[in-house]
């Protein structure tokens, strides 16, 4: 406790004699403590400048490396796109080439065709080598379907073949991902 009562013993002469100097030279007190203000505002002006040039370091390096991301994304995305116009021009070739050839399609009508038996007057004979209705399948559901009705079946089997092509196609290269 005497030590205590030691420490604050000093500090009160300390201060006392600090009063005793600023009242006998008030304004050579008032200039050191301006000048004492001055510095330490100096030196926080210092660590704000250098403060502010490392975040425009950081700043700029960011930026740099912000760039090289964007320059590698519009890579990424101008070879996705030129693999999916490719993808998508082998899909429409192997499109209108299915179009095209509709020689299964032909050839299904023509084996399918219904025809009259010889001895019953149910329907005229078709041209081809079709099947023909038997007296006994008479009393059976029978589904006749035209042609155009088979031509536009086999179009949208067409479209749905070469768009499932082109979906997987598209997953192949990693473009997509399937459904889940």
Do not use: F
């Amino acid at each position: 406790m005497s030590w205590a009562l030691a420490i604050l013993r000093i500090g009160w002469s300390g201060l006392s004699w600090l009063r005793d100097t600023a009242k006998r030279y008030p304004w050579q007190v008032a200039l050191i403590v301006a000048l004492a203000l001055c510095w330490w505002l100096w030196s926080g002006k210092t660590d704000a400048l250098n403060q502010r040039d490392a975040a425009k370091t950081e700043l700029a390096g960011a930026r740099a490396d912000w760039a090289k991301q964007v320059a590698a994304a519009k890579a990424a995305t101008a070879s996705a796109e030129h693999k999916s116009q490719e993808i998508a021009q082998d899909a429409q070739t192997t499109h209108d080439a299915l179009l095209a050839d509709n020689a299964g399609l032909r050839y299904y009508i023509a084996a399918h065709r219904v025809r009259q038996s010889a001895g019953t007057s149910a329907a005229a004979p078709a041209e081809g080598d079709g099947a023909e209705v038997h007296a006994e399948s008479a009393d059976a559901a029978l589904v006749a379907v035209s042609e155009a009705d088979l031509t536009a079946c086999d179009a949208s089997y067409v479209y749905a073949r070469s768009a499932h092509e082109w979906a997987q196609g598209l997953i192949a290269q990693d473009l997509a991902q399937a459904a889940k």
